[in-house]
């Protein structure tokens, strides 16, 4: 699905048609609206594609006409699994186009107009508060992971079953997907403060350091909550391996039922 939006009087209104200086949003385009917009901006049919393959890594590639900018976002799968998926952001001399596999947070917060001073012509600034907002999921959802394993640390306490080390695991491999893809992201952010092919002005220097701070702290979170999860599997793994010694020394036959 494509959406065309744009920036006129300090409101964003929605268009039938692209025209300069708008947003194009597309959300799991098909091959024809892919097509589409290959003949509408000239950025390469492959280039447009590589945000649907979700093992598509981070990066920047600075192409003749248009700067593309892959990113990881955070995303919640079928199964209500924290994963990451490819966010893609390109920008030309005339527009700026996203392309997601799935309608997302980061994005929504934009077109419900939660962004202060957002406009569509406004590239780059643009496309720093994309990365913002992406930032700040990360963190949002990190808090959400935290709070996840202490709701799990205290069934664990009353109940050692199966079922909460597994709901543990999947939040440390959540992380661990989590850690990737930030750190993916800041290889990226910091070849963005590098380039000079994305003209910023100072205001959207200050912005990009703010983005790049975000993201450090983010991967600081989930190192750390990494690293209790990993300590929390590990001491209830000892303890349900004790109980089970425990149990296993009063059920076992004793050397006089043996000898009877």
């Given at each position: ?61 600075l192409e003749d006409g248009y700067n593309m900018i892959l990113v990881d976002i955070p995303s919640l799968d079928e199964k209500d ?180």
């Amino acid at each position: 699905m494509i959406s065309i939006y744009k920036t006129i009087e300090d409101d964003m209104v929605v268009l039938d048609k692209i025209e300069e200086g708008c947003w194009i949003s597309a959300i799991h385009p098909n091959e024809e609206e892919l097509t589409f917009l290959e003949e509408e901006t000239g950025i390469d049919l492959d280039d447009l594609r590589a945000p649907l393959d979700d093992e598509e890594r981070s990066r920047i590639e600075l192409e003749d006409g248009y700067n593309m900018i892959l990113v990881d976002i955070p995303s919640l799968d079928e199964k209500d699994r924290y994963v990451t998926i490819p966010l893609g952001i390109y920008m030309t001399k005339e527009h700026i186009i996203t392309i997601c596999l799935e309608e997302s947070p980061v994005l929504k917060a934009f077109v419900n107009r939660r962004v202060r001073e957002f406009y569509t012509f406004k590239k780059t600034r643009f496309v720093f508060q994309i990365l913002y907002r992406n930032a700040a999921s990360y963190l949002r959802y990190l808090r959400i992971i935290d709070r996840k394993s202490d709701q799990i640390e205290e069934k664990l306490h009353i109940s050692q079953k199966n079922s909460e080390l597994i709901e543990l695991l999947e939040l440390e491999k959540s992380l661990v997907y989590f850690t990737t893809s930030l750190r993916s992201n800041e290889v990226v952010l910091e070849k963005l403060l590098r380039t000079e092919r994305v003209k910023k002005y100072p205001e959207d220097e200050d912005l990009l350091e703010d983005v790049i701070i975000e993201n450090k702290q983010a991967i600081e979170m989930a190192n750390i909550y990494s690293g209790i999860l990993s300590g929390m599997m590990d001491a209830f793994a000892s303890v349900i391996s004790n109980n089970l010694n425990i149990c296993l020394l009063y059920t076992s036959p004793s050397p006089r039922d043996y000898a009877a």
